[in-house]
């Protein structure tokens, strides 16, 4: 099979015209705001490539000859390199959808609000249409000479979501929670070996954490008080407790802040990276389930990031993973361990 690929640039088509230069196309999918990137190399062996103009939009598409183009994302160049020898331009891209008023340190605070109306004001003020699937009470929030960028990307993660633009709509979800902003269920995507290239898949026993605590401001004492949410997911034995360096305004907020740091731990207890065929069914926040594996390996794991590159007619996805909310720390652990280890199982007797 062949790898094709379509640039479309401020809205004209130049695939033809740069078919025979382009070295390699790069994407990367992450969560978060301008986590989003791409890169273009060009052949520039006579000199006649132009550098593009800050600011112009690209739209990239992939895909094989025989099934078709599949549309990736659209950026807006922020970046120009000249490399060599031999020489070529690189063409650096970040989400187009960005807003120059977003990057703007500003200042504000809103009280007693639910986060999906901080989220709505953010928005406005960027001409971003908003969408929030996080329904919770925000006691206080301070912006405090932060970009909108910043603050709505800290505030998210505070109550345990993501926030990213997408085709001009502001959009705040949950870390794994395999809903769309609308509240459909997501798609698991399985994955067996047979269908990757390469593959690792690590289980860190230093991830594992007990609990997390966090620690409440008392208006009426002045004291500090500990607010400490177990880990359900951990395995017996684990004794570490990830202490929250701030205190926070009130029992809701601390809690909240308290069960995102306990899913982002998690995540951390295991990672893969898959590589594949190029494939654009998979992007960042998608629940992935392993198959066929190992049983201790096998599951479901949540999508990081998934980068696609395309070089010499061949495409091919990279998909990173994490262990997702409730982590795979109980992996390896929940029995004695032997007097005598023996890896390898014996095989059966006939």
Known sequence: MKAIFQIIANGDDITKVIQDR????RTVDRPGLEADECEIELDDRDGRIEFPPKGATLQLSLGWEDSGLAFLGEYAVDEV????????????GKPANMRATSKTHRYGSWENAKLAD???????RNRWTPACAIDVFVPRADQFGESDLHFVTRLSRQYGATATVKAGKLIVTGRGAGRSVSGRQLPSITLTPDMLIDYEITFPDRASFVAVRARVHDVK???KIDLVIPN?????????????????ASPEAAKAAASARLQKLNHHTAKSTMLMQGRADFSAEKSVTLKGFKKEADGDFLIESVSHEYAGRSWETRVELNAGNKGKAKVGHGKKPAKKISLVVPAPSH
């Open 221 to 223: 004492t002045g004291k």
């Open 81 to 92: 390199a000249l490399k060599g020898p031999p020489t070529s331009v690189i063409i650096r």
């Open 118 to 124: 901080i989220v709505g004001d953010i928005a406005r």
């Open 232 to 248: 359900p997911d951990a395995p017996k034995g684990a004794a570490a407790v990830h202490t929250e360096r701030h205190a926070f």
């Open 22 to 25: 382009v070295l390699r196309i």
